[in-house]
C-alpha cells in the first residue's frame, strides 16, 4: 500500500491548493484529463477546488490512443476513449492530468494530441504518482502526490471509490502480490 | 474483444457481428477526429497504402485517400487507364511490382468479381476490397449500416428495402450481409429483370411493387442504375423503370410516416431519384459520404493493427 483512503484525499486536497497558488482563481486555466484514469483524478480535482473558489473551472477530457508510438507494437490495438474539449485552449494554461507518470511516452503522447486543439500559452502537468528513475524520455510533473521508487517488474494500482470501492494507491510485486 | 477477426476486408461475408461492431465504435472516435480543426492523427505515418483503381471511382477513391491522409499514411494512387495493365500486364505481377517497392496495404477495385481475394491468397500485403465486379463492396455497405445506425439509432430489428438493380449490384449483397448480421429485415425492390432468381435463400423477401416495398420499410437505398454494366436491355426504357421504380416526393409524402432515403451515388437525377427527394429531408446522401471516410478510417487503423513489423 502506497497511499491509503486517508492520505489518498489529503493529497488531493493538497494537489489542488498547490493548484490554486499558481492558477489564483483559474480565469485562464484549463483542466484536462488523459483518457481513461486520468479522468478520474480530474473529476476528484473538480470537485474539491470548485468548491473551494466556489466556481466552475473549465475541464475536458482528451484521448490520445492514435497519437500513440506503440501502436502496431502491442499485441491488440487499444480501444479508443472518447476526447472532449469543447472550449478553446487557444492562449490558455493548459494543466494535463494523469494518475501515474512512469516512461513518459502517455504523456509525450498527450501534448501531441493537446496541440492539434491550437496553441496553449502554457501547459504543466500534474500526476498523482510518479515513479521516479523510469523515464525513457525527458518529461517531469509540475505537481506530484507521492514519488515512489519501483522496479520495472512491479505495477502501482491508482484505485478509485467509483470504480474499485476505494480511493488507494496499491503496489503490486510480482513475487509476494499484494505489499 | 478488440481486434477484427480477419486479416484483409474482402467482404461483409468473412465478418463477424462483433467485427462490424468494432468498426463502428472505432468510426465514432475517427468521426470525432475529421470534426476537429486539425483533422489529422499520426497513427499510420509509417504504413505505405497503395490505392488501385482498375474500374473508374470518384466518391470511393477520394474517400479512402482522405481517410488514409487523415491517418497520415503515405499513399500511392494508380489508375489503371494510365499503366502498364494496358500493355498486358497481369494483376499478380503488377501489384507484386508496387509491394516491392515496400508497400504495406493495397486498396483495390477491380471489374472482375474475386478479384480481391485472389489477391489476398498470393501476396502478403494487407487488401481491402473497394469494390470487386458485382460481388462485394464492403465499406459502401458498413457506411450504409452506420449511417443508418446514426439517423435511427440502431440497425437491429430495422426494415429496409434495397431499390433498383440488385442483379449487377456489389453494393446491394455487401448490404444484404451487412445489414442482416446485424440483425434488420431486408428487402429487395426492382423490376424482375433485375433480381437475381434464388435471391430469396440469402433470407430476403422480394417485392415488385414500389409502394408496398415502402410502406413496410424504415430505410430505402435506392442504388442506381448501372447502364455500363447492363450489355442487354433488362427494362423496356429508363421512363418506365422511373415510373415504376423512381422515388419522387409524392410516393413519400402518401407514405404515413417518414422513412429514410439513402443513395449509395452517383446519382442519376431524375431516374431512379428525383431531385427534390435527393435533396429534400429524407435523404441522408451527403451523412453517408461523411461517414465514408469515418468509417474507411475506422477499417485501415484496425487492419493497419495486424501489419506486423
Known amino acids: ?179 | 474483444m478488440n481486434n477484427l477477426s480477419v486479416d484483409n476486408l474482402i467482404g461483409i461475408k468473412d465478418l463477424t457481428r462483433e467485427d462490424i461492431e468494432l468498426i463502428f465504435s472505432t468510426a465514432d472516435s475517427f468521426k470525432q477526429i475529421i470534426n476537429r480543426p486539425i483533422k489529422k492523427v499520426p497513427s499510420l505515418r509509417d504504413i505505405t497504402i497503395a490505392n488501385l483503381f482498375f474500374e473508374n471511382s470518384t466518391r470511393t477513391r477520394i474517400s479512402f485517400e482522405l481517410a488514409q491522409k487523415r491517418l497520415s499514411a503515405d499513399i500511392i494512387n494508380f489508375s489503371a487507364s494510365a499503366s502498364s495493365v494496358k500493355k498486358g500486364e497481369t494483376l499478380i505481377d503488377t501489384v507484386n511490382n508496387i509491394l516491392a517497392m515496400k508497400v504495406d496495404m493495397v486498396v483495390m477495385r477491380h471489374p472482375n468479381p474475386g478479384a480481391a481475394k485472389f489477391l489476398s491468397e498470393r501476396v502478403p500485403a494487407k487488401i481491402i476490397n473497394a469494390g470487386d465486379g458485382t460481388h462485394e463492396h464492403p465499406t459502401q455497405a458498413l457506411l450504409d449500416a452506420y449511417s443508418i445506425r446514426e439517423k435511427l439509432g440502431a440497425v437491429d430489428g430495422k426494415k429496409v428495402v434495397i431499390i433498383g438493380d440488385i442483379l449487377h449490384s456489389r453494393v446491394a449483397l455487401s448490404n444484404i450481409y451487412c445489414l442482416q448480421k446485424l440483425g434488420a429485415e431486408v428487402m429487395v425492390c426492382g423490376p424482375t429483370t433485375l433480381i437475381p432468381k434464388h435471391i430469396d435463400i440469402l433470407g430476403v423477401q422480394v417485392e415488385h411493387n414500389l409502394q408496398k416495398a415502402l410502406e413496410w420499410c424504415d430505410v430505402a437505398n435506392v442504388l442506381r442504375i448501372q447502364l455500363e454494366r447492363q450489355d442487354i436491355k433488362y427494362f423496356p426504357s429508363l421512363r418506365e423503370y422511373t415510373m415504376l421504380f423512381g422515388i419522387n416526393s409524392s410516393i413519400l409524402e402518401s407514405l404515413e410516416k417518414d422513412i429514410v432515403v439513402m443513395h449509395p451515388g452517383p446519382i442519376n437525377r431524375g431516374v431512379e431519384i428525383t431531385s427534390d427527394v435527393a435533396d429534400g429531408r429524407h435523404a441522408i446522401i451527403l451523412d453517408q459520404v461523411e461517414n465514408g471516410v469515418a468509417v474507411r478510417m475506422a477499417v485501415t487503423y484496425l487492419l493497419a493493427g495486424k501489419i506486423e513489423r
Not at chain 1, 489564483?24 to 484536462?32: A, E, P
Not at chain 1, 488507494?168 to 513475487?175: A, G, M, N, S
Request: hydrophobic letters at 40%.
Open chain 1, 1 to 179: 500500500m502506497i497511499l491509503n483512503e486517508q492520505h489518498f484525499d489529503l493529497t488531493l486536497k493538497r494537489l489542488s491548493h498547490q493548484l490554486i497558488e499558481t492558477h489564483n482563481d483559474f480565469s485562464d486555466t484549463v483542466l484536462i484529463g488523459l483518457q481513461p484514469r486520468g479522468v478520474q483524478v480530474l473529476s476528484q480535482l473538480k470537485q474539491i477546488l470548485e468548491t473551494a473558489l466556489n466556481k466552475t473551472i473549465l475541464c475536458g477530457t482528451l484521448d490520445i490512443t492514435f497519437y500513440r508510438d506503440d501502436f502496431r507494437r502491442r499485441e491488440k490495438p487499444l480501444i479508443p476513449s472518447v476526447t472532449n474539449i469543447d472550449f478553446s485552449i487557444e492562449q490558455k494554461r493548459v494543466v494535463l492530468i494523469d494518475d501515474v507518470l512512469y516512461t513518459g511516452r502517455t504523456i509525450r503522447s498527450g501534448l501531441d494530441a493537446l496541440l492539434a486543439f491550437g496553441r496553449p500559452s502554457s501547459v504543466e502537468l500534474l500526476v498523482v504518482i510518479d515513479r521516479r528513475f523510469r523515464r525513457e524520455l525527458p518529461i517531469q510533473a509540475d505537481y506530484v502526490g507521492k514519488a515512489v521508487d519501483t522496479l520495472t517488474e512491479e505495477r502501482v494500482s491508482v484505485e478509485w471509490r467509483e470504480i474499485e470501492g476505494k480511493n488507494q494507491v496499491i503496489l503490486f510485486t510480482p513475487k509476494e502480490g499484494h505489499e
